[in-house]
């Protein structure tokens, strides 16, 4: 297998990626891609609102790997465990900073992930306040491991609906993708 | 009863809750591992101290950079907490600071303002 480096970054590249990585996820990795982000978009003049927005989708979205994928490694003793997910950061040629994750999940999760995901999409920003701050008040579902609010907290940091995809591996598994993106407001400096 | 205070990490927040002057802060990013951890002792804390606060005014400053879903539902409930006392006849006053040009802090403290009835919810620019 021989694989040049050089030919996957000018493809990456190409594509306005600027973030790539496939493989475990822990919390400090986590913290270190996000703030490295936000040292990268403060260094470029992003303004404030933007690099929090964005900030934000990197945050929730691979919290979302860390909690919910499928793909796990673990020791003999189970105590410790990593879940395996993609996460590619990136500009488009629009200018629109996009954040994209994915990660294999179960089958039987996919109906109900693409009913929540479709009720969300389908919501305009004053319908999604709504919906955040009644299920901010509720406890959460018993298969959530947090608030059980990311997808609604992205959708409104995102600003165009969130575009989502379930792709069937095989009779077990499904791989999940889900994007989302960020024009900046104005070009002005803080 | 004992002051509360948590020193800052990379993703949270110094917590200064001070039972003698009655300034209760929190500063800095909230984006903890496990929230119901970090949280817990907050709200073991806040529950002890609103049991015996009198009428002195308690002030509680807020100076968040950012926080993740997780934590905006731990600061609803700190909320609540303080609109039942507040309802209660406690003089509490909550000060919401939000750094210039973020819109994402202001917009979140607006709706935290509007999700109370009893408390005095200051936004302040700082």
């Not at chain 2, 209660?88 to 979140?108: F, H, M, Q």
Request: charged share 30%.
């Amino acid at each position: 297998m021989k694989i040049n480096l050089f030919k996957l970054k000018k493809q990456l590249g190409e594509q306005g990626i600027s973030f790539c990585y496939s493989g475990p996820v822990s919390k400090d990795l986590m913290n270190e891609i996000s703030e490295v982000f936000e040292q990268k978009m403060k260094m470029e003049d992003v303004n404030r609102t933007t690099v929090g927005k964005v900030f934000s989708m990197i945050v929730e979205q691979i919290e979302n790997i860390m909690k919910y994928s499928d793909e796990i490694i673990t020791d003999a003793t189970l105590q410790e465990e990593l879940r395996v997910g993609i996460i590619v950061i990136g500009r488009c040629e629009d200018d629109m900073f996009f954040v994209m994750t994915g990660n294999k999940i179960h089958n039987h999760k996919v109906d109900k992930m693409q009913k929540k995901l479709t009720t969300i999409h389908q919501m305009n920003q004053i319908e999604l306040k709504q919906y955040y701050k009644q299920q901010r008040r509720k406890e959460p579902d018993k298969d959530s491991k947090g608030a059980g609010l990311g997808f609604i907290e992205l959708a409104r940091r995102a600003s165009c609906p969130i575009e989502f995809d379930f792709e069937k591996i095989n009779d077990t598994m499904s791989f999940f993708t889900i994007t989302t993106k960020f024009k900046e407001a104005s070009k002005c400096k803080i | 009863m004992q002051n509360l205070m948590i020193k800052a990490t990379k993703d949270s927040p110094e917590i200064n809750f001070d039972c003698s002057t009655h300034v209760l802060e929190i500063k800095g990013k909230m984006y903890p591992e496990d929230a119901g951890k970090f949280y817990a002792p907050v709200f073991q804390w806040l529950n002890g101290y609103l049991d015996q606060l009198e009428d002195q005014e308690c002030v509680v400053n807020l100076e968040i950079i950012y926080f993740n879903s997780s934590s905006s539902k731990a600061l609803m409930n700190i909320f609540d907490l303080l609109d039942d006392a507040a309802a209660n006849g406690k003089n509490i006053t909550v000060n919401w600071k939000y750094r210039e040009a973020d819109e994402n802090i202001l917009d979140s403290g607006e709706e935290y303002q509007e999700d109370v009835e009893n408390l005095t919810f200051n936004l302040i620019q700082i």
